[in-house]
């Protein structure tokens, strides 16, 4: 039976928004922190390590492992300084641009590793829960794949009892301050975990259950596999974007094309000498534009257009990517010569 989770979602109807930039540097401030080596391991550090032990990493990936987490207030900076960041050999604060401050943690000492394996704490059994299968885990994926969202109903969940609860207020308090209040998704990546009647007896499903005030769980719909647990302060609501704009629309304005890709954005193709393409790589020229708030697709100019600005990148699948080369070489003369 499936009655512990909700038997709805929620709908959300927005206009479409135009996508807006971070600046370059999105992060000022930096502080590097002295920082000694544990002697202990508290529950709260023993989860925070977990991932990193789980997946079986090499010594350089430990090196290399980092961990960020946000600080509200200075209760919370003081708990991930004085529990969670002595295990990590590099600790730095820095200031993002909405004045919150970040703990940035990196290198998992090697004395913390020993540590964690000789550790036993309340969060063990949520960590081995989490962590079904230890080492790392190769995942086959399809090019593409279905992933269903199932809001979890923690009202129907049973309640998780540890012997020392008293172990886990640390870990409690963190993922509330840090996430839950703060307005921030708190992910996590089980592994070995099935999309089954019996997951209701997951002892990480039931502690999380117990503070958490929304938990969905994302599945694949092909294997059943659970490929995400999403903690945070309400339920999800599915956006149904109501557009103004037909994504893939193409315009012709003197020797250059223009691809509206959605959200306010434009690609901008100089024609003028460009050979036929057989990778995107292969145009000479294509530049990335932004809408004005109150100018549509079928006013834009790019020559009073704003850019944005270089440095970044936009994903497509494939066959969206070949769509677009095909429109390229449509508009490209067939008696194209190089100094045309």
């Known amino acids: ?62 090196e290399h492992m980092v961990v960020d987490l946000s600080a509200p207030d200075e209760d919370t900076k003081r708990l991930i300084l004085a529990e969670i960041a002595p295990h990590f050999t590099r600790v730095q604060q820095n200031m993002e641009d909405d004045d919150t401050t970040v703990i940035q943690m990196q290198g998992l000492r090697q004395e913390s590793k020993a540590l964690f394996a000789r550790t036993v704490t309340e969060a063990l059994p949520i960590i081995k829960d989490l962590y079904r299968h230890p080492g790392r ?39 509330t301050k840090a996430f839950i209040e703060s307005g921030k998704e ?16 997951s002892p990480a499903l039931r502690f999380f ?15 059943l596999e659970v490929v995400m647990l999403q903690l945070t302060g309400q339920d999800m609501k599915h956006p149904v974007i109501l557009r103004k704009e037909k ?22 193709i100089d024609l003028r000498g460009q050979a036929p393409i057989e990778q995107w790589k292969d145009l000479k020229s ?3 534009f932004q809408l004005d708030p109150d100018t549509r697709f079928s006013e834009f100019d790019h020559t009073s257009g704003v850019q944005v600005r270089e440095g970044i990148s936009l994903l497509f699948k494939q066959d969206t990517i070949r769509g677009m080369m095909e429109t390229v070489n449509r508009y490209i003369q067939p008696d194209w010569r190089p100094d045309r």
């Open 247 to 268: 994504p893939g629309q193409t315009r012709i304005v003197d020797s250059f094309l223009y691809f509206y890709l959605s959200e306010g954005l434009v690609y901008v």
């Open 209 to 223: 259950g117990s503070f958490v005030p929304a938990i969905g769980l994302y599945v694949d719909d092909d294997t």
């Open 186 to 201: 708190f992910n996590i990546i089980p592994s070995g975990w099935s999309f089954d009647a019996e997951l209701c007896e």
């Open 1 to 62: 039976m499936f009655d512990w989770l909700k038997p709805y979602s929620l709908i959300e109807f927005r206009e479409e928004e135009r996508r807006t930039f971070p600046p370059s540097r999105f992060r000022f401030g930096k502080k590097e922190i002295a920082n000694k080596t544990a002697d202990i391991m508290t529950a709260l550090g023993q989860y925070f390590t977990a991932a990193a032990m789980a997946m079986g990493l090499s010594e350089q990936e430990y």
């Open 137 to 175: 885990q190769e995942r086959q994926y399809k090019e593409r794949r279905t992933i269903l969202h199932y809001p979890v109903d923690t009202g129907r969940l049973k309640p998780y009892e540890p012997e020392q609860p008293e172990e886990l207020e640390g870990l409690k308090k963190l993922l």
């Open 286 to 288: 294509c530049l990335l």
